[in-house]
């Protein structure tokens, strides 16, 4: 997988939905996205992640810290602003800023989907430091890590506000790492469509169980909810190669290009969709539902961050050295169809 392919960018983009989906406040909706939409996005960055040497680890490490903490706080200091406005009290800067520094669960409301942004940076250091090593050494340490994750999970410890969700990157780098140490075997599965039938079965079945109350599977990643290690990484991988097969089929279509061109331009809509519904709801007083509530979610931020990529200083500090998108790239077998 030399090439970024259009599919994955299609899987982004509709990872990104789907994340502003599951926080439109319709509790079924969010139950069953929480199985896939995380770990989605988890896999297909890590797809996307190239190793490290050795002797580039600092340095390629302290652009990481930049690429992901400059937009962090840039984002942070902006909506604790507002958060002020809203409350008419500026006292609540100070306040806020102390629990970006520390991050995490600690962080809702306004800042919900903060904590995913450093636990995907500490993924990617941790994932970048072991690629120096071995696949024997790499995948025994992503199996302690998911061993650690459950038992955090289901225990007292589960209740601990950890810097940064920290503990979260434990199970995080499982799905990370399968998207970056399989992304040759999965390209092959997908061009074959070998996994769909066994993994759409295997979706289909935990939603009928599910439905029909005869099991309740719940995955909450940012809360560390999975207190099921065989089933917490089946039922996930099954959704997830469900949706990436559909996503591999559609990208030959040229309607999707504007979806693959969403999975380019993620990060505004991460950072704002929360904030922009908040402010429509209590600000203008507007009252809707899911679709409206994942339409602005999206189509607003995503104004926003056209807007700031006029400027060289706004890009550099809320949309990163990317800036707003980039030229779409697809396959030869792609172009052809």
Known sequence: MKERKKWIDVARGLSIILVVMGHSGNDVINHYLGWLRIPLFFLVSGLLFKG?????YMPW?????????????AYGICISLLVAV??????????DLLLLVYGGTVLGGWYGVFWFITCLLLVHLLMGFLSRYSFSVQWKVVVVCYAAAHLVSMTSAAQWDVPWNADVALMAIVFFFIGYTYKTVLQNWLEKATVFLPAALIWLTAIVLNVT???NFRIDMKLKVYTQPVLDLLVPIACVLVVLQVCYWISRWQATNALAFLGTVTITIMYLHIPVNITLTYGLGMEYGTVVFTVAGVLIPLAMAWVMSKSTILTSLFLGPQGFGRKLQTSTKAKAA
């Not at 809203?86 to 306040?95: A, F, G, H, T, V």
């Open 61 to 73: 490490a302290w652009k990481r810290i930049k690429f992901f903490m400059i937009p962090y706080f």
């Open 86 to 95: 809203r409350l008419r009290d500026p006292m609540s800067i100070p306040n």
């Open 213 to 215: 109350g005869a099991w």
């Open 52 to 56: 490290v040497a050795a002797d580039a």
